[in-house]
């Protein structure tokens, strides 16, 4: 059918009508149902689950990477070094006004519904209580590799 004048000058004045937009803006311009993982604005500050991050690259290789352009590019460079090793395409998204708490996005084309978007790293447990091997002992260990 085709557009009224009416819809024709609205689209002009206010732009393409976007599908859902409070989630798009959410998800780093993506939808929810495209996520394969995602990590908090913290996780990424932290560099929390990179080994997990990796082997999920290596598990979808036809997903991309979704940065949060609000993060500096000294703390985003790590993960785009990632993307790169893994031949994954990545973009930065920036936003005025960036009221997400994500960080970051791997998200693929096409809806995969995935229950789970969180990386979960194993916790580190101290082994011994005698202080042979701390828990800051472990943590140092993970920052070395």
């Known amino acids: 059918m085709p557009e009224s004048i009416d819809d024709y000058i609205d689209r002009g004045i206010h732009g393409a009508k976007e599908i ?10 993506t939808f929810r149902e495209r996520i394969e993982i995602q990590m908090s604005k913290q996780e990424v500050f ?5 080994k997990e991050l990796e082997q999920e690259m290596k598990d979808h290789p036809k997903a991309k990477l979704l940065l949060n352009g609000s993060i500096s590019y000294e703390i985003l460079r790590a993960y ?4 790169e090793k ?4 990545f973009s930065i998204v920036a936003r005025e006004d960036d009221d997400t708490p994500v960080g970051l996005v791997l998200t693929e084309d096409y809806e995969i519904n995935r229950e789970d978007t969180q990386l ?10 005698t ?5 800051l002992d472990k943590i140092r260990a993970i920052f070395k590799e």
């Open 120 to 129: 979960h790293e194993t916790p580190i447990i101290a082994e011994d209580t």
């Open 80 to 83: 785009i070094m990632l993307a």
């Open 131 to 135: 202080g042979k091997v701390t828990l």
């Open 46 to 50: 932290e560099k929390y689950c990179t």
């Open 20 to 29: 859902n937009p409070a989630e798009r803006k959410k998800y780093l311009g």
């Open 86 to 89: 893994h031949k994954l395409p």
